[in-house]
Structures are given as structure tokens and as C-alpha cells.
């Protein structure tokens, strides 16, 4: 025995002394006057006490719902506690940790004079400290200050230290308990911070833990086997401890309840007699464990996750919110929709398998509210090694959906025209703006490096007998029209292209990327071309926000969040704004038709790169754009309705050298706009709203025809995706911005 511990139990020994001293010299009064006696100058008010001892503020599991409030996703917890109140807590098993901790508790006012004198004279008998005085409100308050987390570390730790002081202290803190609160009220309060082994703090999660069940709902074997695990959790127990030792245990407390008279012996010889019979379960702690069977709705959570971490009404600091989400007890229900995800996930197996090194991320998201639906790709959110030394399949948990880490998102290709078109409609450009789109076009943008025109940059058209022309929005639009675009994007400026992008909610986590739109916004023609690392949840995000007319709204993972104390929290839910007019945002939307097959609201499309989607949309108004990076090095669409925006992008998240090719681009087409289907099946179906007149065709409301108008051209094949950013020479259309910086390639 360490000179430490031989001073503790002294010192306790001691207290014990004096507080058997104080019994003998007034044995006579009541147990509550005895305690008045001997603690009266060190007593203290109810209003003294710590906050967490006057309003329980023990660490609750967070919940996490689908959009049905219903589904469970995971939960989140430092330690695997739920309360519940006392009514919902079987009488047997209030009667059992009675019987088990303090057979007196009904008795006594907080600390039971009794067993301080049956324990001092155990302890000088064997000149040990075999035998404690504890009473059930007196481990309630050790509970408490143990686990507060309003207090030190090194308070924390006092509240257990083998001090004389400690045991005074816990003594004066239970009688001003006791003085206020009722013993029903305290028995509640220790049931739902007890720690009964197995990672269970508290009976709602015990019973769960071992037997699968609420504790409204234990028998008499169940209750007495849990009430007899809190004096050694862990060794004790039948899960992670020791099976006899529990059953002993129980016997033991079954044998005190036939003692107290609240079951008979026959009862607890019968119960005792019982074979142990377990139900274990384990609440799903984190994205990583995902209800069973969707291990991929762990990338949606951990795009809440990202969102939580960022939200202001959670603490401070992120450190702070991650304790408020593990230990607040929220009741969190998402926008995640079961059969959106679902679609998405099939749909993006369908292009590619969990082994395949290629991957098709999918995300849909909700105009007017950016509540985010489906965050999908074909791989398992997962810390599982990966065969072979393979990098992000089948098992990752690489954001590859939303971003953030190390992923900072693929080239989407041509989706990125639009955002030039809406500059151009913003600063007064119609629809019918109009330009005879040669197959090269020398623009004002330098370039030093090969295939330059004389230092100029000069994109191409892919396919010249088809895109060539007189074009205009819809139609540049449609067919994809690289040189139309950088014609058009020379008009208004690339510095408000990037700046529009910027307004629809496109972040540039790659670093050149957003250097470029910081530095040198104004001579990033390429932009107009999707040479921009972007991800499929921005995408859709951004074409959203035409759904919604103009209204952005910051992507959203949650519809409601609920405290322990069921109160819903303030502040949380969409936060939009107007980022451009609602007539700009329409005309757009109108040119926007013309890709997937549709007709615009004046019959001005004439061609599309993705004219199979109109046919899966089953006569709804869709509207969309397709994109591919040079040399298709992956390939891009996103399709939106009123209701809905979904987006996918097919790459090679681990090498970008690896080039998916143009021969996916039709299944990528399909696999969105069968996501997007899924997700507006059983909704009336939502129309458009026309453009005015005025912006479609400027002052006069007149489209004026030239001569050289050359529109008849046949619509583009179903299966000839848009690859419209490499040069007819081979040579890459780059975006060099600045003279003697070799132009940055497209992939």
C-alpha cells in the first residue's frame, strides 16, 4: 500500500469518526435531524449548487433523420446516453437499483447516518476500507460533477478523489438535493446518468445495449441483472466482462428486493434460477456507421457534418460544436430523401461499379430552399483498406460529392457557358444576340504557347459542320457552341462571368483556380469553356438557383433541428437571396432548353447535346447542360426543373490524366436525368415561366434574320456528347492570362 492511499483511508476513516461520534452522542433525533447536527456549519442552499447539479446537464446522443424524421441515419455521441423520464422507466427496475445501491433511500435526507456508523465500524474492524456510505443522491452528485463539462478537467477529477474533503463536500451537496428536489425526481436523475458498462451511460441506453429494448419494458431478470452492473460496470459485465460475475450480481439484488418486501423470495429464487438471455445492440455512432445497407448515405453526412461545423448557434469554435452535436441530445432532421439517394446510387452504378477507379458523383438539390436531396457515388463510405493499394474505391471517405479536404472537384466543361450567357443577359445582350461562329476564333485574349494565332487564344468549335454558324443564345446554347461563347463572353468581360459563377455559388478550391479569379479574372477567356474545378453538389446548386428564378440559397443538409429540451432551434433553415432578375434568370432557364431536346417559349431551339433527357422526363418542362474537359477528360451534366436541380460529373478522382472519353457522356446524360425523374415522380408537374419578350429579343421585341443565317442544320446525334474545348489542330484551348505563362490545359 502506497504512503498516498494509506493517508486517503485514513483520512476517510477519520471522517467517518466523527461522523460516528455525532450518531452516538444524538442517536435519538430522526435521521434528517442527525444530518442537520452533524453537517449543519458546513450546509449549504439548493441555489449554491453548481448549475449542472440544480438542472441535469448530462451528454445526450444526437439524432440524425431523414427527411421523414422517421429513418434513422447514424446518431452522434461521446457517451451512448438517452434520458428518459421516470414514468417511462419500468417500476421493476426503480425498485431494483433501490434494492441494489441504497436500501434506505426512501429513508433518509441525502446521506444515511446509519451506514456512515455500519461503515466506520467495518473498516476499523478489518483496518480497511471494505465498506462505503454512499447513498443513491450522494453518487447521483459524483455522477454529475465527474462528467460536468462546465468544469476543469481537474475538477472533474476531485469529484472523485479519495479526500475527506471531497466526501463533505458530496455529503452537503446531496442533503441541499435533497431538501429541494422529491425522491422520485432524484431517482430519475440518477437512472439516466448511471453508467451500467458496455459504453451505456444511463438505463434508456442500457436496456437498448443489452437487450434491445426500451426500459419501459424490462422484466424483473432484465432490471436486476442491469441495477447489479453499477457498482463494476465494466468487469461486471455480460458483454464486454464477466458473464458470472453479472449473474452473481444479480442474485444478489434480487435477493435485497425480497428483502425490501417489493417481490417475494420465491420471486427471487425463481429469477435467479433464469438463464441469461441477451438482445445486444449498438447505436451507430458517426458516419461511418450508417444504418445497415447504406453505407453511402455516409457521404451525405459527412456534408452535414461539414455544415454543423460551420454554424455559429453550436459554439464558437468548431471543437465546441463537435461536443454540442456528440454530447447536446439534438434531434436533427435532414433533407436527405431515401428515394432520391436511392435513384442517385443506382443511377451512378449503372455507369460505373464500386471497382471501377472511375467515378460518377451525384447530387441533387431543392430550388428556392437549397435543401440538399441525394448526395451519391459508387463507393462505400468507408476506413476499410482499400485491394491493391487502390487509392479512393471501393472504400473511401473522401468528400467526393461536395468537396472540401483534399477534394477540390473536377472540370464540368461547357455547364460553365452559362454563367457567360447570364452576364450577357444582365448587361442588356437578348437572346437573339447573334454571331457568325467561325470554326477557329482569334480572340483578345493572349497566348504565347503552342497552336496560338498570332499570341492570341484561339478556341475551336469540335464539330465545325454542325456548330458553325449564325448563332444566338438558344441555339450557341444547344449546340454548344465553344466559339459562339468566347465571342460572346469578349462582349461583357470574363471578369463577370467569374463574378456571376462566384453569385450562383461556385467556389474555386483549387488554388490556381482561385488565384486566377482574385488576380486575373479579366483575361480568364477559357473560363466560359469549364476549365474551373467545380464539384456535382455546386453544379447543381448553381443551376438550382435558376430553378428558383434567381433566388440562390446557400446549399442546406437539415430541415429542422430539435434540442433535448424539444424546442426547435432558432435561425436554422434556408438562407437565400436575389442574385440576379427574375426575367434574366427565365431567359436563361429558356435557352437552357434547348440542350436536353426540349423548346424554347418562342420555338427557337434548333439542336441539343443531351436530347434523350425531354423523352425520360415523360413530357415535363427539363432544362440542362452538358459539358466536356478537353480530351474528355470527364465528362459533365446537369439537368434542373422547377422542383429539382441534379447534377453529375464522370472522372477519375484519384488521376486526372485518366480520361473517362466521350463514349460514357450519354450514360452520364441518362443517369442524371433518371435521378431527376425519380426525384419529381408523384409531384404535380411544374412549367417554366417565359422570358419577356424584351430580353429575348431586345428593344424592338423583333428578331431580325441576316442573310447569312444558317439554321438548318440536323439536330446533334443522341450519342455525340459535347466536347467542344479542344482545338481542330489538337491543340488544347487554353487560358493563358497572362504573356509568358504557358496557357493552363483543360483538364
Known sequence: ?????????????????VLAGAVLAASALPASALAGVVLKAASQSYEDLPADLRVPASAQRSYLYANDGKTLLTSFYDENRVDVPINEIATTMQQAIVAAEDTRFYEHGGVDLRGVVRAFVANSTTGEVEQG???????????????????????????????????????????????????QEILDRYLNIAYFGAGAYGVGAASQRYFGKPASALTLGEASLLAGLVQSPDSDSPISGDKDAALSRRAYVLDAMAKMKVITEDEAKKTAAEPLVLHPTQAPNDCGAMTAGHVD????????????????????????????????????????????????????????????????????????????????????????????????????????????GTITGYQAGSTFKMFTMLAALENGRSLDTAFDAPSKFPSAYSDDGPGNCNGAWCPSNENPAWMDGYRTMWTGFGRSVNTYFVWLEQQVGSEKAVEMAQRFGIKFRAQTDANLAKNSADRWGAFTLGVASTTPLDLANAYATLGAEGVYCKPLPVNSITGSDGKKVDGIGPS???????????????????PVGGQSSFGTCDGGTATQVVD??????????????????????????????VAGIAANPDDPGDFVGSAVAPKVNTAVARTLMAGV????????TPPSREIAYGGDGQLDVPSNQNNNQPNRNDDQPDTGNTAADGTTPGDQVQPGVPPRRNR
Open 133 to 183: 456510505a454512499s447513498t443513491l443522491t450522494m453518487q447521483y452528485v459524483r455522477n454529475v460533477l465527474k462528467s460536468d463539462p462546465n468544469l476543469t478537467a481537474e475538477q472533474r477529477e476531485a469529484a472523485t478523489a479519495e479526500t475527506k474533503g471531497r466526501k463533505i463536500q458530496e455529503m452537503r451537496y446531496a442533503i441541499a438535493l435533497e431538501k429541494k428536489l422529491s425522491k
Open 1 to 17: 500500500m502506497t504512503e498516498k492511499t494509506r493517508f486517503g483511508k485514513i483520512g476517510r476513516l477519520a471522517l467517518y469518526g
Open 576 to 594: 437565400c437571396n436575389r442574385v440576379v432578375s427574375a426575367d434574366v434568370a427565365r431567359a436563361a432557364t429558356d435557352a437552357a432548353r434547348c
Open 297 to 404: 448515405w455516409g457521404f451525405f453526412c459527412d456534408y452535414f457534418r461539414q455544415w454543423w461545423n460551420e454554424q455559429p448557434a453550436f459554439g464558437s469554435t468548431v471543437e465546441e460544436r463537435q461536443q454540442a452535436l456528440r454530447r447536446g441530445g439534438y434531434t436533427i432532421v435532414t433533407s436527405l430523401d431515401p428515394k432520391v439517394q436511392t435513384a442517385a446510387l443506382n443511377q451512378s452504378l449503372t455507369v460505373y461499379g464500386y471497382n471501377n477507379k472511375r467515378a460518377l458523383p451525384i447530387a441533387a438539390v431543392e430550388p428556392g430552399t437549397g435543401r440538399v436531396l441525394a448526395l451519391a457515388v459508387n463507393r462505400h463510405y468507408s476506413v476499410d483498406a482499400n485491394p491493391g493499394g487502390q487509392q479512393n474505391y471501393p472504400n473511401t471517405v473522401n468528400q467526393l460529392v461536395a468537396g472540401g
Open 681 to 688: 415522380t408523384g409531384k404535380p408537374a411544374a412549367q417554366f
Open 616 to 645: 425520360i422526363l415523360d413530357g415535363r418542362q427539363v432544362a440542362g447542360k452538358t459539358g466536356s474537359s478537353e480530351e474528355n477528360a470527364t465528362e459533365t451534366f446537369v439537368g434542373f426543373t422547377p422542383q429539382l436541380a
